[in-house]
């Protein structure tokens, strides 16, 4: 098994910029191939792929629209994934979420990705 537990969200001003991490854990994790990503969703509509990355870190993935305030980095020796967004927006308010699927390939689907954390809460205040 895989534990994902994700950290760093909170409330925001607009135009502000954020650092979520994730951290994993598990046996599974640490010895395949595991690409993980961050998502995020608003009450009522579907979960929205942000930002993946390999476990290497050597590919990585941006949605197109965020992609010149958003970045993803993955740490390998601590196990963890983090997701830097500046100039936040107010419509950017979500939970945050982190995911991690065994492959190599960073997909966008999130029905492809196998473990999922608990999520954190972003606020962003116009």
């Known amino acids: 098994q895989v534990q994902l537990v994700e950290s760093g969200g909170g409330f925001v001003q607009a135009g502000d910029s954020l650092r979520l991490a994730c951290t994993a854990s598990g046996r599974i994790f640490s010895d395949d191939d595991m690409a993980m990503a961050w998502f995020r969703q608003v009450p009522g509509k579907e979960r929205e792929f942000v930002a993946g990355?390999?476990?290497?870190?050597?590919?990585?993935r941006v949605e197109d629209f965020l992609r010149d305030r958003v970045t993803i980095t993955r740490d390998g020796n601590k196990n963890a994934v983090y997701l830097q967004m500046y100039s936040l927006k107010f419509e950017e308010s979500a939970v945050y979420y982190c995911?991690?699927?065994?492959?190599?390939?960073?997909?966008?689907?999130?029905?492809?990705?196998?473990?999922w954390g608990q999520g954190t809460q972003v606020t962003v205040s116009s």
């Open positions: 995911a991690a699927r065994q492959g190599v390939s960073v997909v966008m689907n999130s029905i492809l990705y196998d473990y």
């Open positions: 990355v390999s476990k290497s870190g050597s590919v990585s």
